[in-house]
């Protein structure tokens, strides 16, 4: 099968996660879970992330003749938009931050050793890693040592959970292509691919989301109300249409209809 050996195929789709990677540094932490009603902004900006990339890729899907370097500029224009759209709406919601290994910790070792790499300012300080994940296209296999930290670095589990459907999507195709003994798919393909990847990851988000939605009452997150409000403005989030209770209204108020006042 012709295949350009030592090619790797770096999955852009994950570009966002050293961009969020940047906006916070919480201190070391176990593992959280989704089904918190605080949680709710930070997956419903990764679902806003996916169905916008999703949207790329359907028309890129669609685009004749599209070059590699046309697809490679796109895709790159794409990624960085929707990581800046989505850093803006979570960027300073603590909640929302990914995690990032103290300084000089055992445990940055650790992530350095897996792959990740981090970001660094001119003083040489990190200010965020690279959570990209990669597909070794050779044998259809992402580094298990970067896989067995992802689930930690996301904001909550299920986020992380989210995007490893996406990739086994990506490994999934990479098999069946090796397995019929097809050519490396085209950027048309690979587009194919992409949207297939970012529905896998959505239908993953939707129930995380609907997790975080039933765990919502009015006192929830009474420290930081406006990210709800602002979700529900930019998302047209509503936790009542989520949990599939009463009519949709969008915008509306969240959580559960707490009042408008601002602290
Ligand atoms: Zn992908």
Known sequence: MPRSPGLRLALLCLAAAAAL??????????????????????IEGQLWEAAYMKGVYQRMSKIKGLSE??????????????SAIR???????????????????????RFVLAGYKPIHDASGAVTGWNYDLEMDVKDCTMDKRKLDIYPSLTPCEGMARAVLDHEQKHIDDCDRQQTKGLSAPGPAQRA??????YEAEMNALQQVRRQAAQACTEKSCPD??????????????????????????????????????RG
């Open 224 to 261: 930081r109300p406006w990210d709800f409000e602002r979700a529900a403005r930019l998302f047209h989030t509503d936790i009542q249409a989520i949990l599939g209770l009463g009519k949709v209204k969008s915008p509306s108020k969240s959580p559960l209809r707490r009042g408008g006042a």
């Open 192 to 197: 194919k691919n992409e949207v297939n990847g």
């Open 21 to 42: 990677a940047a906006s916070g540094a919480p201190a070391a932490r176990a593992q959280t879970s989704c089904a918190d009603c605080c949680m709710l902004p930070c």
């Open 87 to 109: 850093g803006m709406y979570v960027g300073a919601n603590p909640h929302c931050a990914w995690y990032m290994p103290p300084q000089g910790s055992p445990e940055e070792r």
């Open 69 to 82: 370097a046309a697809f490679a500029q796109r895709e790159a224009d794409a990624h960085q938009l929707a």
